[in-house]
């Protein structure tokens, strides 16, 4: 079945640092791509996504570019702020119909100031 | 914010007893699923709903069930809960067919099953 793969965590960095989370996916056929936030104490938000491959998903900073050659959706900040600090998701869906969302395990993301 | 919420909010209960959680929602979207959160494990699909009464099973939905009888409202079961169902659970919905779209969250629901 479809899988997700993310780096071990927790990652911690110091403000205005780059910041990498890997992910790698496996999927049978051609799946659309998500990176998700989880602020403390709260649900998930759609952070940013890539349909097609070589697409590039961006929104406050972060980047993700769809790899398909490399079955990869890294998410990557050049500056991180403290506000960053939180658990990210990296996912995958395919399939019509219902949207039956595969996650990544997160990765816990501390920012320093 | 999409109009998500979820009841209780926190929830500790005993090993055999019966429990249901509840996901409401205000913006009429047609699908809407059940997730759990484990460390380690992300987030895993239990069941998701496409319509009223038309439910499925997803990836973790032994020991689960759920109900919707309308449009706003998702129900999911634990008949006789186990330690093993201790775990943060969220309920999600969106609007749109499809693998591209944006799914909404809930707070979420802890329950500790002692």
């Known amino acids: 079945g479809d899988s997700v793969t993310q780096m071990e965590g927790p990652v911690t960095l110091s403000e205005e640092a780059f910041l990498t989370i890997n992910c790698t996916y496996t999927?049978?056929?051609?799946?659309?791509l998500f990176w998700y936030v989880q602020y403390p104490g709260e649900g998930l938000q759609l952070l940013l996504k890539a349909t097609k491959a070589d697409d590039k998903g961006s929104n406050k900073g972060f980047e993700a570019t769809y790899r398909k050659e490399t079955t990869s959706f890294h998410l990557e900040k050049g500056s991180v702020q403290v506000s960053d600090s939180a658990v990210y998701f990296c996912?995958?869906?395919?399939?019509?119909?219902?949207?039956?969302?595969?996650f990544g395990q997160g990765t816990r993301l501390t920012i320093n100031p | 914010d999409a109009g998500i919420t979820q009841s209780p909010r926190h929830k500790v209960t005993e090993t055999g007893t019966p429990v249901t959680l509840r996901c409401h929602q205000t913006?009429?979207?047609?699908?809407m699923y059940w997730y759990r959160q484990d460390p380690g494990h992300g987030l895993r699909l239990i069941h998701y709903?496409?319509?009223?009464?038309?439910?499925d099973k997803g990836e973790v939905s032994d020991g689960y069930s759920v109900s919707r009888s309308k449009t706003e409202d998702f129900l999911l079961t634990l008949e006789s809960a186990t330690s093993s169902q201790t775990s943060v659970y969220f309920c999600a919905i969106s609007g749109l067919a499809g693998p591209y779209n944006e799914q909404f969250f809930g707070p979420g629901t802890r329950l500790t099953v002692l």
């Open positions: 709903s496409y319509g009223v009464k038309d439910t």
């Open positions: 999927a049978t056929g051609y799946p659309s």
């Open positions: 913006e009429n979207h047609r699908y």
């Open positions: 996912a995958l869906s395919e399939g019509q119909g219902a949207q039956k969302l595969v």
